[in-house]
């Protein structure tokens, strides 16, 4: 199963800093970035999260994680196109796979991933989207829609928001700015950690 707090990072340096306060579960986010620099970047990431026994999501870049010899990739609707699924699988990379709605879920299930991402749950600065919040609503029928599948629940959520959201059905609740843009990260992190324990399964 999926730790309930989720961070999402853009670079490696965040994770000197957040995962000696305990975080289990990181995903390394980088856009628009040379290839090269993207390589460096997941290198020092799967270091730091080895040294601290966290997991380490690797964004996009389906190819590098396979070559860094990284353990799970996180796929959203339009890199899923261009990803060869079979070669992830032969790696022995667990996926996770984004999704906004039926549709979507119904591409993402195709590929039986090792969970799903539900978002924009709440509005979100982090990037621009064409789709509208789904409120926790969503979240708790996609709960039921997923059967075993472990949830992923993304955007907009906060401290305060998380345990709504993880006792609406989410395994696991993402966060970016809640902790990146917090005045203490270390400390905001910690009480993420402590808001979520409960949840764990």
């Not at 966290?54 to 389906?62: F, G, R, S």
Request: glycine fraction near 8%; include cysteine.
């Amino acid at each position: 199963m999926l730790d309930p707090f989720y961070l999402i990072v853009d670079r490696a340096s965040w994770l000197e800093r957040l995962l000696p306060t305990g975080v289990r579960l990181v995903q390394l986010r980088i856009k628009d970035q040379p290839e090269a620099f993207v390589r460096e970047e997941v290198r020092a990431a799967k270091r730091l999260c080895a040294a601290h026994d966290a997991d380490l999501v690797i964004n996009d870049y389906w190819r590098i994680a396979i070559e860094e010899g990284c353990d799970f990739i996180h796929l959203g609707q339009e890199d899923l196109v261009d990803a060869d699924i079979g070669a992830i699988r032969r790696a022995g990379c667990r996926l996770g796979v984004s999704t906004h709605d039926h549709r979507e879920l119904e591409v993402a299930l195709s590929v039986k991933p090792d969970y799903i991402a539900l978002g924009p749950v709440f509005p979100t600065t982090v990037k621009q989207m064409d789709w509208q919040p789904t409120g926790t609503g969503l979240v708790s029928e996609w709960r039921v829609a997923l059967g075993d599948t472990p949830l992923v629940a993304i955007g907009g959520i906060t401290l305060e928001r998380a345990p709504g959201v993880l006792q609406a059905g989410a395994d696991s609740a993402a966060v970016v700015t809640d902790v990146l843009g917090h005045a203490e990260p270390e400390a905001r992190a910690r009480a993420w950690i402590d808001a979520t324990r409960c949840f764990v399964r």
